[in-house]
C-alpha cells in the first residue's frame, strides 16, 4: 500500500549525515511545529536534493509519510537565503537563530507566529550588513524565546508586578534569570538576581518591540548587540536548559 503523501512549506534548521550519501534533515513547518524527515541520495553532487535542501532556505517539499521518518520526495527553492551560507559573518548569527529553534520546537506542536518570524528574520539577516547581522540575530532569538511561551520581564519586577527603574548612579538594574526577569528592591532579598547594565535591558525591550525593518533603522552598536547576545546565552541556558554552541562561537570567532 502507497504512503501517504503531503505538502509543506518549511525551513532548513539542521543536517545530519545517514549511511552512505542520504541526510536527515530537521525542518520548522510552516505550522511552527518541527519536523524531521530523509533526503535519500541528497548528499550525492548529482542529487536534485544537493542543492535544494541547504541551511536556511525555505522550501518547499512533498513527502511521504515512513514508519519513523517521512520521506522528501520533491525539494523546490522558496527562498535560498544563499549569502547566510556564503558570508561567514552571516553564517555565524544565522546558526544561532536556527539552535535555538532545534530545541524550543516540537513535532506535532503548533506555532504558526514562530514560523513567520524567522522567515522575517532570515530575510533581514539576508539583507543586512555585516556589522548589524549579531543585532538581527539577537531580536530573533528575543522574539522566538518570547513566542515560545519565554518571555523574561523587563519593565516590571518578575515577582510582584511592580515598575522597576534602573541605579541613577550605577546604572543597573536587578535582574533574576531563574525568575524570569527584572527585580524590585523589595523583591530582590528573597530571590537570587545580579546586577545588569540598565542599556542591555534596554536594548532587549527595544529590540524585542521593533520590526526587523525598524532595527535595519536603528544602527545597534555591535557591543549592545553582544551584550543582548549574552543575556539570550543566559536565557536559553536557564529556560531552556541548552548551551547555544553556535553563540559560543559568535562570541570567541573575532569577526565583529
Known amino acids: 500500500m502507497a504512503s501517504a503523501t503531503y505538502t509543506a512549506r518549511a525551513i532548513v534548521l539542521r543536517k ?3 549511511g552512505e550519501s542520504d541526510l536527515i534533515v530537521t525542518l520548522l513547518v510552516q505550522d511552527g511545529s518541527q519536523a524531521r524527515a530523509v533526503a535519500k541520495g541528497a548528499r550525492k ?4 536534493f ?4 541547504e541551511l536556511y532556505s525555505s522550501v518547499d517539499l512533498l513527502c511521504s509519510e515512513g514508519r519513523n521518518l517521512d520521506i522528501v520526495k520533491e525539494a523546490r527553492i522558496a527562498s535560498s537565503h544563499e549569502r547566510l551560507r556564503r558570508d561567514l559573518e552571516h553564517a555565524a548569527c544565522a546558526a544561532p537563530m536556527a539552535e535555538l529553534l532545534d530545541r524550543v520546537t516540537q513535532k506535532g506542536l503548533a506555532n504558526p507566529r514562530l514560523f513567520a518570524l524567522t522567515e522575517a528574520a532570515l530575510g533581514a539577516l539576508d539583507a543586512a550588513k555585516a556589522p548589524q547581522a549579531p543585532a538581527v540575530c539577537a531580536a530573533h532569538l528575543l522574539k522566538a524565546l518570547a513566542l515560545s511561551g519565554l518571555r523574561p520581564s523587563l519593565s516590571s519586577c518578575a515577582v510582584c508586578g511592580a515598575e522597576v527603574r534602573g541605579g541613577a548612579e550605577a546604572g543597573t538594574v536587578p535582574l533574576s534569570f531563574c525568575e ?3 527585580v524590585c528592591p523589595a523583591c530582590r532579598p528573597s530571590v537570587e ?3 545588569v547594565p540598565a542599556a542591555t535591558v534596554a536594548w532587549c525591550r527595544a529590540l524585542m518591540g521593533s520590526t526587523f525593518a525598524e532595527i535595519a533603522e536603528l544602527d545597534v552598536p555591535p557591543s549592545a548587540s553582544f551584550a543582548v547576545l549574552r543575556f539570550c546565552q543566559q536565557w536559553a541556558h536557564e529556560h531552556v536548559g541548552a548551551n547555544l554552541k553556535s553563540l559560543n562561537f559568535l562570541f570567541t570567532c573575532g569577526l565583529f
Not at 553532487?45 to 536534485?48: D, G, M, T
Request: zero cysteines; glycine letters at 12%; charged letters at 25%.
Open 50 to 53: 544537493a542543492a535544494r535542501l
Open 16 to 18: 545530519t549525515k545517514l
Open 193 to 195: 538576581a545580579r546586577d
Open 45 to 48: 553532487p548529482s542529487s536534485p
Open 180 to 182: 524570569g526577569g527584572i
